[in-house]
């Protein structure tokens, strides 16, 4: 979202909240404790698996994770989990330098 998108939409829930629109959910103590167990679940790492990818693929994950901050095998975790829950969005390629090194070999053979 843009910033003037989310300053509106956060004016947008607070208009709401002074308009007295908002009820709070019965039982909260136990709705918090099944959200929070639902969270944890999900974030249960308790398989393990093993892939095979191009020497140049590994690189690439790795270069990004590190412009991240993070574990290249933590990156590829989050790009799954968005794959399989739907919320991978598609943009086009950014080059990195080993693409772009590739594309102009391509081209010039």
Do not use: C
Not at 46 to 66: G, M, P
Not at 75 to 104: D, F, N
């Amino acid at each position: 979202m843009k910033i003037k998108e989310e300053v509106k939409y956060e004016e947008d829930i607070l208009s709401s909240f002074e308009k007295g629109e908002w009820q709070s959910v019965p039982n909260l103590k136990n709705e918090i404790a099944r959200y929070a167990a639902g969270a944890a679940a999900t974030l249960t790492k308790d398989k393990r698996i093993n892939i095979r990818l191009s020497s140049r693929d590994l690189e690439d994950v790795q270069t990004r994770a590190a412009e991240e901050g993070m574990p290249y095998q933590t990156l590829i975790a989050s790009v799954l989990h968005k794959y399989v829950s739907g919320r991978l969005i598609e943009t086009p390629p950014r080059p990195t330098m080993r693409s772009t090194g590739r594309a102009k070999k391509l081209r010039v053979g």
